[in-house]
């Protein structure tokens, strides 16, 4: 029989006078309690056992009656402890009382770590568990009591497997005891041939080198709001600015002094923007002042760190109407509202009640209101929405809300023809099913229509829905500004059913706000049940390398098309709200430096990474695996050199290859433009762009151009004209290269190589092994990996060739501990999706400065905290041979 209780006690250290401090932990399993007063239930109990610690767990369901428990286990030493408990989070409510002290309730939605689904049928119910941190705890020396109740309104449920009090740091791994920890992380090792486990302690926020809380100021808004000016963003103090930012933080961080940690983690690897992503709303549409209340504490807290907030307060798919709302009626509780909100007018009053709510309510902490708060970004008035995408159809809108919309389409037709007769006229009759021109009413034919064919009745609607969803921004934005909202204002950030013909109406709408906003993911052709937002075992995905321009299905042609391309319109700043690599493509190594180097180049404004869906650096931090996890080595911990160059502008921003004046009536008239933003473009349109400076009506642009320079756009009443620079110099498509205008940046796509050779920053991403040795400027880079970044970035402002600090940072890959696949059609197959910790490929390879006072370079190694390792020495230059388990070094001038 297993035991119930483990105690540790070691020699930890020596105190003051030489004391003895000791360092103790106690284990206690959750199913033998002394006393024992749970209700079990057959089916709460099937469940995956090989996950329990012991195999057995305590619990409790049951419709009428509570669950009890208390144990007896002694404490070494007196003194207050971490209190960890292993129980189920979801829809529970756990009370505990400690040596018959006041009753306290755990907190489930503050800091817990490697939740699972424990379900032994897999399915997402109620079957969950999870280390929830319960706070710290004072125990006596011997004998201690801690008895348990569950309070779940849900059947009184609940689960204990087991909890532990330590009186050191403790980061729970499933099952693993504090003293298995470092045995487990060798045993991966043994397990997974040269790879290494990536699972940092916590950070201590000490001292850092490579802690960049530096570039933001003291408290984000110091010097008052952001705002929008020649294309740039600039601080209260006229600097310009760009903001490395992430979706964030995460919404199970409720606690104040969590959210602060996160801030505090956030501005050390570079970022100084958070986009606060959530609804303020309840089922009924009615605003919800629990999510206000925590937005204001994001925004407080985000502030002490230098970071901004940027709020995103509705996205359709938030909502889901019931059928008894009487100001937005036809729904049935499962539909959602595409495109209601930019027409009907109730709808639009309720909206207002939510910003209203947003923006008036004073801070707990500060007291101060959103609206005069400058550590408030901006407001984006609505996520991932638009006339002019696909789900604006007749399916997508109830009866109700069609008719309101067709018969403001039949009123604007009298406005424009004088009579919706005239107007079927001038449509040679064309007609829909909806049609009803006997109430004023005249139906929409489907986007896919609209933009293949092009009738009179397409442009007609085409115009209308543009007018209609441009007076919907500028209407809020002048709601807003009216209401005393002095922040900066985006209209949305979607896509269109097409890039080329509607992409340009849907950013001209834009232009009703202070900046142009997208979104956009590098995916690996991940299909699967509910593989929009989760990772499951059996589902199907194809790694996939940005640098080489991988198509998505693999095989086919190279795809000219990733997130990273920019356009500035109409002079106003640009912003991407929205993007990442997904996983589990082992090519996120790319991500970091790529985003960083190509939008420094083009001049981008604001890159928000998504997401940051937990604050701890697990492998899957919800219910479910996620697609778009920050908290990995490839992802975060590449943070800190691609943060600084692209905030500081390491990398120079490119001429203007591009300048569009994009007529306003062309654009209208659904004649597109010939560079369509987020299009795909593969190797056999390539053919027939033309190479040199000439350009004709009805060609495209090539989309390499993002890769030399900058574009710009303007919607002008005046005839089109298009300003293209010769490519020739930049593009060598038979080589399969682009150089940047600046010759500060080459891609090799042909064998997927980013090369950066700038005055501050200089390193390779990609295939380095096909790189050999690359001898750029000051650093000479040499590694055997097929897959790794390594990047040179001066601390001090000045060239890697007489800095006296600089930062180097390298990564190979990431995977999940225990992450496995197998061959499926063209891609794989996850046959076991992992666990943590995190994982990295050993890293190898060489780096050597090339200047004159090379070999008296101080070489410190940091941690993946970035803190001097404590065991090992710094050493002196010229050449650095890469260390496997090391991410950053510190070099210096002595």
Known sequence: MKKTLAVLVSLAALGAGGAPLRAAWIWVEGEKPAVNKMNRHPWYDQVKRAELSGGDFLSNFHPEKIGEAEYRFEAPIAGEYEFWIRANPVQASLVYQLNGGEEKEVDFKGE????INLAADGKPDLRFLAWVKAGPATL???ANTLRFRTTSKNSHHGMIDCFVLSNEPFRPQGVLKPDQLAKAQTQWSAIHQGWLPFDPPPDPFAASPMDLRFLNEPVAGQHGFVRAQDGQFLLGNGEPVRFWGVNGPPHELKDRAAIRRAARLLAKRGVNLVRAH????????EANLEAVKHLLTVVEEMKAEGIYTHLSIYFPLWFAPPPDLAWLPGYDGKKHPFAALMFNRQFQAKYQDWLKALLLTPGEKSGRRLVDEPAVFGLEIQNEDSFLFWTFSADNLPDPQLRQLEKMFGDWLIRRHGSLDAALARWNGQKTRRDAPAEGRLGFRPLWNMVNEKTARDRDTVRFLVELQTRFYRESYQFLRQLGFRALISASNWTTASAEVLGPLEAWSYTAGDFADRHGYFGCLHKGDNAAWSIREGHTYADRSALRFDAETPGQPKQFLHPVMDIEYQGKPTMISETTFNRPNRYRT???LYFAAYAALQGSDALV?????????EVKPNF??????LMSPA????FPAAALLYRRGLVAAGRVLADLRLNQEDLLNLQGTPLPLGASFDELRLRDVPAGVE??????IDPLLHYAGRARVQFVAEPAEVQRQDLRPYVDHARQTVSSSTGELKLDYGRGLLTVNAPQAQGLCGNLQAAGRAELRDVIFSSPLELAAMLAVALDGQPLAGSEKILLQVMSEEQTAGFQTEPSGQGKKIVNLGRDPWLFKEIQGTVRFKRPDAARLKVTPLDFNGYPQPDTAPANGPEIRLAAGVFYYLITSQ
Do not use: N, S, V
């Not at 479910?624 to 996890?629: C, G, I, N, R, V």
């Not at 992802?635 to 590449?638: I, V």
């Open 112 to 115: 817990k770590r490697g939740q």
């Open 140 to 142: 006596k020396a011997g």
């Open 278 to 285: 959530g609804a303020i709303f309840d089922k009924r549409g």
């Open 590 to 592: 790319e991500a970091p």
């Open 609 to 617: 990474h998504f997401a940051l869906d937990g604050a701890d650096w």
């Open 624 to 629: 479910f695996m996620q697609p778009w996890t």
């Open 635 to 638: 992802m975060m911990g590449q």
């Open 695 to 700: 350009f004709k009506p009805g060609q495209r």
